[in-house]
Every structure is written in C-alpha cells, then in structure tokens.
C-alpha cells in the first residue's frame, strides 16, 4: 500500500537552516534542487536525498516530551503511512516518475543531541533517523504525492 510524501526540505549550505517547500526538482546530477548534499561527489555516492518516516520522527519525539519540527532532522523528505526499507539496495517510486535506490541508514549525528538532549539516543534504534538513498530516475517531488516500493519485475 503506498505512502505519501508529508513534507519536502532542503538547505543550501552544511549548516545552513532548512527551507521548507511544497515542491522540487529531482535530478542525477542535484539530488533535490538547491540541497548542497544532493551533488554527486566521489564514488560511490550514498547520500544524495535523506527521507524519514513521520511515524519515527513523532515517536522519539513523545519519548523525550519535544515538539520538534520534521525539518530539524535536516532529511529531505518526510513519508508518512509509510514504512521505509531498513536495508540498501531497495528501489522506492515517488510520485509518477521519480525512482530513488536505498544506500545507507542515516545516522544521527551530535547536531541531534545539540538540538535537544537525548535526540541522537532516540533516533537511533531501527533506523528511525531515517535513510539515504540516489536517484535511479528524475522529476518532481510533491508534498501528497505517492510513495512506495517497487517490485523486481518494476525495474528490471
């Protein structure tokens, strides 16, 4: 059963706050456009875009009593009713066109526990930090779009 996508974010430097959109180019070359970490640099690349699960996000946010917004997560899509792949190599299809592959679970990082004391902990198990992943296939991300996991025969 497919997901959605509940929110879109990008930023244009390292540290720089994240800029919440409605919509967003996708593409090989950029990732999510105007997100700096979406430019392919090295080999191999498992870092373009960075998704996280409203449900995990909410989750360690009951567990330590915050009100965080999605967006301090610093991920680039949020899924809701939707259970992202906890493994690489999974193809997910976005919308009409976009299809991304899997790569690597985000790891929360000390930006976490500087945000709020116990987040980097609370992110931690099952992948609830999230995941990264490329692009397969280009085009528009919108927030309400559809979200979910290709079967082999999809992509073969």
């Not at 930006?111 to 992943?133: S, Y």
């Not at 692009?135 to 079967?151: M, T, W």
Request: contains cysteine; charged residues 25%.
């Amino acid at each position: 059963m497919p997901g959605r996508i509940a929110g879109v974010a990008r930023r244009a430097a390292p540290k720089a706050a994240m800029e919440v959109i409605e919509r967003a180019n996708i593409s090989f070359a950029g990732g999510v456009e105007g997100d700096f970490r979406g430019a392919l640099k090295g080999a191999p690349y498992r870092r373009q875009i960075s998704l996280l699960e409203a449900g995990d996000w909410a989750a360690a946010m009951d567990e330590l009593g915050l009100a965080i917004p999605w967006q301090e997560r610093r991920a680039n899509l949020l899924v809701a009713d939707f259970d992202l792949p906890q493994m690489a190599g999974v193809r997910i299809a976005i919308g009409e066109n976009i299809v991304l592959e899997t790569t690597i679970e985000t790891d929360p990082c000390h930006r976490m526990e500087a945000l709020a004391g116990g987040l980097q902990a609370a992110l931690t198990p099952n992948w609830r930090g999230g995941l990264c992943a490329f692009v397969v296939a280009e085009g528009e991300v919108r927030v309400g779009d559809s979200i979910r996991i290709l079967a082999n025969q999809d992509f073969a």
